[in-house]
């Protein structure tokens, strides 16, 4: 299933989950204390039962009040109407994974004053592992992503996300990573500077469960970037070319290190603009991810 964090005009959070296509169930209109994603997988926990198997029951119980996901989608990106779409939850912590692709990897080097360390972590046992992002640094859907100032070459990394709940992967979400590849290309040691700073980080637009998606590594992943209402970028790829799997990712992310539920992990792409294109202040970023949806921002100096 797929769920989805709306809120009212009034600023009321609301958990809805897709039942129809297109269709959304308010969860929140039947169960006022469900207003979280974490509120399900915590029932789910304590059941013993998966987080859709819970909601189904939910269902099957109540009369929820509906909505339509297109109309709700429509009024998010005008900015205007009785619900607004918003992150599918709040990630405490993002982190990401990077040159999980073979043409991340032949990029980063390419850009890089010192390309053989890609080269390195490509093949090696241990992934690159990275913070990204903080709550207030991530946005949702139709929220403004970031470009730094003192950067003269940014781009987006479109990526399948994974979201974890007590040690496990619990779904998956799409997530996108803003990058600034001339600041990383001068010296790796300014990578923090090149992955984290103000509204650096998106997902959404929805999460989806494990049940839901059977196979992580086998999703087609879309991007394109508009400007002045033209399209002057787009790429694809599948997670199927991906060095690493999720669950490997995970495993090396938990080793030693704790992280709270609802932590997310960004996993790399393979999608990566010519040397020649950066992002624009206006311009706008649609990453699409089979079986998740679409997730869309425009993007604002920071």
């Known amino acids: 299933m797929r769920y989805y964090k709306l809120f009212s005009s009034g600023g009321e959070p609301i958990l809805a989950v897709e039942t129809d296509n297109g269709i959304l169930s308010d969860l929140t209109s039947v169960a006022e204390d469900i207003t979280d994603v974490e509120d399900l997988a915590l029932a789910a926990s304590l059941s013993g039962d998966t987080l859709d198997a819970v909601v189904s029951r ?28 918003d992150r599918p939850y709040e990630p405490p912590e993002v982190w990401a994974a990077g040159v999980t692709y073979k043409t ?24 690159e592992l990275f913070f990204k992002a903080t709550p207030q640094k991530c946005m949702g859907p139709f929220e403004s992503v970031g470009i730094r100032t ?38 790796p040691l300014y990578l923090p500077q090149a992955k984290m700073f103000d509204n650096s980080c998106s997902i959404g637009p929805c999460f989806v469960t494990r049940e839901t998606i059977s196979n992580p590594q086998n999703l087609d992943v879309n991007c394109s970037i508009v400007r002045n209402e033209k399209e002057v970028f787009t790429g694809s790829t599948s997670t199927s070319e991906m060095a690493r799997t999720c ?12 992280v709270p539920d609802m932590t997310t992990v960004l996993t790399g792409t393979s999608i ?25 921002n425009d993007v604002i100096e920071v």
């Open 58 to 85: 939910i269902l099957n119980t109540s009369q929820p009040e509906t909505y339509d996901l297109s109309e709700v989608i429509d009024q998010s990106k005008n900015g205007a109407g009785e619900l607004g779409l």
């Open 104 to 127: 991340s990897e032949m990029e980063r080097r390419r850009e890089s004053e010192t390309p053989d360390v890609y080269s390195m972590v490509y093949d090696a046992d241990r992934p």
């Open 150 to 187: 003192d950067s003269k070459w940014n781009v987006p990394e479109p990526e399948l996300a994974f979201v974890l709940f007590r040690g496990e992967i619990l779904g998956y979400t799409i997530g996108n990573d803003m990058s600034s590849r001339s600041i990383e290309g001068e010296n």
């Open 247 to 258: 669950q490997e990712i995970c495993e090396w992310l938990l080793k030693s290190n704790f």
């Open 272 to 296: 990566v603009p010519p040397p020649d294109f950066t992002l624009q202040e206006g311009d706008r970023v649609i990453i699409s991810i089979e079986n998740i949806g679409v997730l869309e």
